[in-house]
């Protein structure tokens, strides 16, 4: 669908721009949004790399085991039927610190990593078994404390304080995160019920 919508609204754009005299306009929102996109991309190559280093680091020492445990109740909490494989529970708590540091891009690999675990845990291939669901509502939530990506594109953009985003980015995701988080156990709980009786 979309393959038929943007080149709709491409040639939309490009007759308005020849018929109402702003193909000069049009030429130059072109090279500016090229130019930021580039600039864009620069910043937010920087900001991964920075993270996506300081997570292996911390991957080889002792750091990683102490969140580990510190997300473990939570992890139980949330993927009761994952709680006698610490593969899984290491995956999904490297997401979980990925998603709480902001990295979005570099907490997706992160995140498909421990899909396919789930996945050979899966009995019914066809279907995505309780735990990735709730992997896949964790990671739409996506809680975090540094929003770093945000803070990369508003600071590319030249925010003045790119860092105020900060508390409402708080808000809005731990409320996005509780709501997911209770709606999903509901509706599990809710199947769970009926395929018993």
């Avoid at 790119?162 to 209770?182: K, L, Q």
């Amino acid at each position: 669908m979309l393959n038929l919508i943007w080149p709709i609204f491409i040639i939309i754009s490009f007759s308005y721009a020849i018929f109402s005299g702003n193909l000069q306009n049009l030429n130059s929102g072109i090279f500016e949004s090229v130019d930021n996109a580039v600039n864009l991309s620069i910043t937010m190559l920087g900001t991964m790399c920075l993270w996506s280093g300081i997570i292996n680091i911390a991957n080889n020492t002792r750091i990683i085991q102490i969140i580990n445990k510190m997300l473990k109740p939570i992890i139980k909490f949330l993927f009761p039927e994952i709680k006698n494989n610490k593969k899984a529970q290491n995956e999904i708590s490297m997401n979980m610190i990925a998603n709480i540091l902001g990295l979005g891009n570099a907490a997706t690999p992160l995140g498909l990593k421990a899909m396919e675990t789930l996945q050979e845990e899966n009995n019914n291939k066809e279907e995505l078994s309780n735990s990735m669901i709730m992997l896949i509502v964790l990671n739409t939530a996506s809680i975090q404390i540094i929003p770093t990506t945000i803070i990369a594109i508003r600071s590319s953009l030249g925010s003045e304080n790119p860092t105020s985003i900060i508390f409402p980015v708080w808000i809005a995701t731990i409320c996005a995160g509780i709501a997911g988080i209770t709606i999903t156990k509901l509706l599990i709980k809710y199947v769970n019920k009926r395929e018993r009786l």
